[in-house]
């Protein structure tokens, strides 16, 4: 048997970044000749627990902003000036990716967030919206839309 590493998806053989024990002809007439799998050598293994290492503490530090990151936008009013009829109803809408956009444009954020709005905003008015900072940490923010004057 023999230990090997797959540096690409090989079917039910096993996927990209797996470590598996195979039987040697396999391993060698077939995932290696192919370029699927390399044989786990002692200075691959320490080579990719290194790059693990490496993987968990810039995890650890986005986490940091992240949390720093969600605590300076939370309370934060975003005003938004639209095209709106009589009633208060917005020709066009305020949709997520139009928040995530103000929130980057006044912000230099280094983890990734996401705003969580079900429905596009389709009407005049003060909303609640909430941030999510890397799926732990969240942030509620005010958005504001007002009738634009054309």
Known sequence: MMKVYFIQDAGEYGKKGEIKEVSDGLARNFLIRRGLAIK?????????QDIE??????????????EKESKELDGKTFEFYERANQ???????????DIE????????????????????????GKYEVE??????????IKVVVKPKNA
């Not at 941030?131 to 509620?140: G, H, N, P, T």
């Open 40 to 48: 786990l050598t002692e200075s691959l293994q320490k080579h990719l």
């Open 53 to 66: 290492k490496e993987k968990k503490k810039k995890y650890e530090r986005l986490l940091k902003f992240a």
């Open 87 to 97: 009633d208060g109803s917005l020709y066009g809408s305020v949709r997520k990716e």
């Open 101 to 124: 956009a103000r929130i980057k444009s006044k912000f230099d954020f280094k983890s990734e967030f996401e705003v969580i709005l079900e429905n596009p905003i389709k009407s005049v």
């Open 131 to 140: 941030v999510d900072f890397m799926k732990k940490f969240r942030a509620k």
